[in-house]
């Protein structure tokens, strides 16, 4: 009853601002979106931004369970305030983007957990590692640029050791805690 009644208020919603209420194919607006890692070295916060992903979301918002997601990040366009850090995280022993130079999160379904909150089950895919992922979200429809785009945020947690992130010294995780949390903020244009 209640999934029926946050379907319902959805599609309220998103016939009061004229969206086509039926699925379509969103493309990710590289110009407007941030993809934000952070992760703390000893007391010390750091944050880095991911510059190039590239995202295609088959999105009904009637019918969220049928959504799809294809993501892929190139690593290697990592965006951090030091040169070092960035070798750190470029190298074998981290990402080893010689090796493995994207990470891809794949999802094909999702489920509506409020008004404007879902949850997709998917994989995600670091280094040689392939795990299962549950990624909440919100999706909001906005307008942009005078046409319809939605806002996709999240906040999830990653284990960098789970996929690989952390070989030889980078292991220990007295200094660089395995959990990595990565902030998504990502608009995306109707196809």
């Known amino acids: ?22 699925a379509a194919m969103w493309k990710l607006d590289p110009a407007m979106s941030t993809v934000t890692f952070k992760y703390n070295y000893g007391s010390d916060p750091y944050e880095g931004r991911f510059t190039n992903v590239v995202a295609n979301f088959d999105i009904d918002p009637m019918r ?16 951090v305030d030091s040169p070092e850090v960035l070798d750190y995280l470029l190298d074998y022993e981290l990402f080893d983007v010689d090796t493995w130079p994207t990470a891809k999160f794949q999802a094909e379904s999702c489920r509506l957990t409020g008004v404007t909150s879902f949850e997709s089950d998917g994989t995600l895919t670091i280094r040689d590692q392939t795990h299962p992922v549950t990624f909440p979200f919100e999706l909001n429809i906005e307008t942009c640029d005078g046409q319809v785009c939605f806002r996709l945020t999240s906040e999830v947690e990653i284990l960098r050791l789970q996929f690989g992130v952390g070989q030889g010294y980078w292991a220990n995780t007295a200094e660089v805690p395995n959990e990595v949390q990565v902030l998504v903020d990502v608009y995306a244009t109707q196809q």
């Open 64 to 79: 969220p369970a049928s959504c799809k997601f294809d993501v892929t990040i190139d690593i290697e366009d990592i965006d």
């Open 1 to 22: 009853m209640r999934t029926l009644l946050n379907r319902a208020l959805l599609g309220v919603a998103l016939l009061i601002i004229g969206l086509p209420v039926q």
